[in-house]
């Protein structure tokens, strides 16, 4: 049975950084995609980061390319994401999300299969 565990948020204050972490468990972490997606109150969920554990491959959303970086431990099953540079527009409920690696797969909410339960981030002075 797939597991997605994220931790690590918190209160920071903008221009901080922060590393969330998504241990994983129940699947073969080499052979699927992870992506970090969050969701602001109110609304949607947005902000893809996604690494393809099969060729390490990454891709970003814009809104969050060049200050957050995903990245992967194949032997701790944990996948990570490090957020610099924060935003109060940063803030959100982060989300740990997983499918099967496979040619077509799209670093976009719908293209995920398993869910964490979310870690929540606040950026605010």
């Known amino acids: 049975q797939v597991h997605l565990v994220e931790s690590g948020g918190g209160l920071v204050q903008p221009g901080s950084s922060l590393r969330l972490s998504c241990a994983t468990s129940?699947?073969?972490?080499?052979?699927?995609?992870i992506g970090w997606f969050r969701q602001a109150p109110g609304k949607e969920r947005e902000g893809g980061s996604c690494i393809d554990n099969s060729d390490g491959s990454t891709y970003y959303a814009d809104s969050v390319k060049g200050r957050f970086t995903i990245s992967r431990d194949n032997a701790k099953n944990t996948v990570y994401l490090q957020m610099n540079s924060l935003k109060p527009e940063d803030t959100a409920v982060y989300y740990c999300?997983?499918?099967?690696?496979?040619?077509?797969?799209?670093?976009?909410?719908?293209?995920?299969?398993?869910w964490g339960k979310g870690t929540l981030v606040t950026v605010s002075s």
């Open positions: 999300a997983a499918v099967e690696s496979a040619p077509d797969y799209v670093c976009k909410d719908y293209g995920m299969d398993y």
């Open positions: 129940g699947f073969t972490l080499a052979t699927y995609a």
